[in-house]
């Protein structure tokens, strides 16, 4: 079991950054492919960026890929989600997510643990 909490969202204009955090506590998180994921209102969740355990691999959405960037922190059993160049569109509630195994998805359904969420909006 791990448990995910999400930090760092809030509201910005468009152009601006900001970091989002995952703390994960119970199992440690290097046994975990770990992922970002957003859910804008009215919209299915969607696949933001992933990581490999070892923080190695990395995959992007294409609508952040130059502007996001994925990392994590063992040592620390955190992962974190650079958001550069905000959008308006990138409204959405984030989540973290992790996923036993080795393998990298963009697939929610494969991921096995979830946050709770946190709120990005970008006014513009």
């Known amino acids: 079991q791990v448990q995910l909490v999400e930090s760092g969202g809030g509201l910005v204009q468009a152009g601006d950054s900001l970091r989002l955090s995952c703390a994960a506590s119970g199992r440690t998180s290097s046994m975990y492919v770990m992922a970002w994921f957003r859910q804008a209102p009215g919209k299915e969740r969607e696949f933001v960026a992933v990581?490999?355990?070892?923080?190695?691999?990395?995959s992007y959405a294409d609508s952040v890929k130059g502007r996001f960037a994925i990392s994590r922190d063992n040592a620390k059993n955190t992962v974190f989600l650079q958001m550069n160049s905000l959008k308006p569109e990138d409204t959405a509630v984030y989540y973290c997510?992790?996923?036993?195994?080795?393998?990298?998805?963009?697939?929610?359904?494969?991921?096995?643990?979830w946050g709770q969420g946190t709120q990005v909006t970008v006014s513009s």
């Open positions: 990581i490999s355990r070892g923080g190695v691999s990395t």
């Open positions: 997510a992790a996923r036993r195994g080795a393998l990298i998805s963009g697939r929610g359904d494969e991921y096995d643990y």
